[in-house]
């Protein structure tokens, strides 16, 4: 059955069966088993993020980019993973609120994929696209 409204349970039944499909896919599951100690925390952790991105409840804290920097994470991986997210927003959200939480998905995305140095979606064979220039992020680093 589809929720029909974007609330903190539609949230979380969504997070529940995306990251209960994460655990065993074949692409995504040998990234985030090993990093995942506790399932049911991360998952809660996970519901309060997008409930601050979806609902602007303000109960995350945590930092996005930091989690994600240190596990070894390619291109692929962000557009499997934000394929599995379509799949699931499809089956669990109604039509509205499933474009919500993908359009949500594919922002935040952007801005990881970026953060991490890695090719922007649509970028076939991590080749660069003429015009865009990624450049070093330097720690500390002083605006000129």
Request: glycine share 8%; proline share 9%; aromatic share 8%.
């Amino acid at each position: 059955m589809r929720t029909p409204l974007l609330d903190q349970d539609a949230i979380a039944t969504l997070v529940d069966r995306f990251y209960s499909r994460v655990q065993i896919d074949p692409v995504l599951g040998p990234v985030f088993n090993p990093a995942v100690q506790d399932w049911d925390e991360h998952k809660r952790r996970l519901t309060s993020f997008w409930a601050s991105v979806a609902l602007r409840a303000g109960s995350y804290r945590g930092n996005p980019m930091a989690a994600h920097r240190s596990h070894p994470i390619d291109a692929g991986h962000f557009d499997h993973w934000l394929a599995l997210w379509r799949k699931t927003c499809s089956e669990v959200l109604e039509a509205t609120a499933a474009d919500a939480m993908i359009e949500y998905a594919e922002r935040i995305g952007r801005g990881l994929r970026m953060g991490l140095g890695l090719p922007p979606p649509g970028c076939p064979l991590d080749l660069p696209i003429i015009g865009v220039e990624f450049l070093p992020i330097r720690k500390n680093a002083v605006p000129g």
